[in-house]
């Protein structure tokens, strides 16, 4: 009889039994996206990546909310950045932005750093390639404290105050913490409490009440299309 019905109505076995992301895996895969336009929608890992693009014509500083540092992100993040970080204060806490937007160019003098320091095979766990890091959307954002050494030189950035608050609320601002601990082998990265990436309010929301990493929300609902 299931039989029957599935084969009488097989997308609705679509809806019940949504595709998980395949196991995580190395390649150069370009996605075929409107980086810009559709930016929560694309969904990098260590296979899919960006092409080489040309830094976003709408960046802004940070300090336009209320940081002290001169990153940048897309004008899209500013209010609700400045939003969580005056809410963030507002509980006493003091946040900073360690890094935010990164060209392809410049991710690869990073993800170069990562390799010099600790060699290829841990580098492409703790850092992305270029093309394949969510900083080149301009929507990614590292946060540390204020006054704090970097996020990735403490055991679990998370157990800070700033950092567990973030956990607790940070989706009511849009963002979505994108490599959740415990969920390596879904996210192809190891646990970042400090990667937050903006998607806006309605989508971190879902993203949060599904309780699954981005990687895995976005491939059952938007998975990506390779550039032919
Ligand atoms: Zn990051």
């Given amino acids: 009889m299931l039989l029957a019905t599935v084969a009488l109505w097989p997308w609705a076995l679509a809806q019940v039994a949504p595709d998980d992301p395949p196991p995580c895996t190395y390649g150069d895969v370009v996605v075929d996206v409107d980086h810009l336009r559709d930016h929560a929608l694309v969904l990098l890992d260590t296979t899919y990546r960006l092409p080489e693009t040309p830094d976003p014509s709408d960046l802004v500083r940070v300090r336009e909310a209320g940081f002290a540092s001169d990153h940048l992100v897309r004008a899209v993040v500013i209010d609700d950045l400045r939003a969580?970080?005056?809410?963030a204060e507002a509980a006493g806490l003091a946040l900073e932005v360690?890094?935010?937007?990164?060209?392809?160019?410049?991710?690869?003098?990073?993800?170069d750093g990562w390799?010099?320091?600790?060699?290829?095979a841990q580098a492409r766990?703790?850092?992305?390639?270029?093309g394949h890091s969510e900083h080149q959307l301009g929507t990614a954002i590292d946060l540390r404290t204020r006054g704090g050494p970097a996020p990735w030189d403490l055991a679990d950035w998370a157990r800070t105050p700033e950092g567990a608050w973030l956990v607790q609320h940070a989706h009511r601002y849009?963002?979505?913490?994108?490599?959740p601990a415990g969920e390596e082998e879904r996210t192809c990265y190891d646990?970042?409490?400090?990667h937050y990436r903006w998607v806006g309010r309605?989508?971190?929301?879902?993203?949060h009440e599904a309780g699954v990493p981005?990687?895995?929300?976005?491939?059952?609902?938007?998975p990506p299309q390779a550039l032919p």
Avoid at 174 to 179: C, D, E, H, I, N
Avoid at 202 to 207: D, S
Avoid at 214 to 222: G, S
Wanted: hydrophobic share 45%; aromatic share 18%.
């Fill in 214 to 222: 981005l990687r895995v929300w976005l491939w059952r609902h938007h």
């Fill in 174 to 179: 849009g963002f979505v913490l994108s490599y």
């Fill in 191 to 194: 646990y970042e409490p400090w």
């Fill in 98 to 111: 360690q890094s935010a937007y990164r060209s392809f160019a410049y991710q690869r003098q990073v993800f």
């Fill in 115 to 120: 390799v010099a320091r600790l060699g290829e």
């Fill in 125 to 130: 766990r703790v850092s992305a390639r270029p």
């Fill in 84 to 87: 969580l970080r005056e809410d």
């Fill in 202 to 207: 309605e989508l971190a929301g879902a993203v």
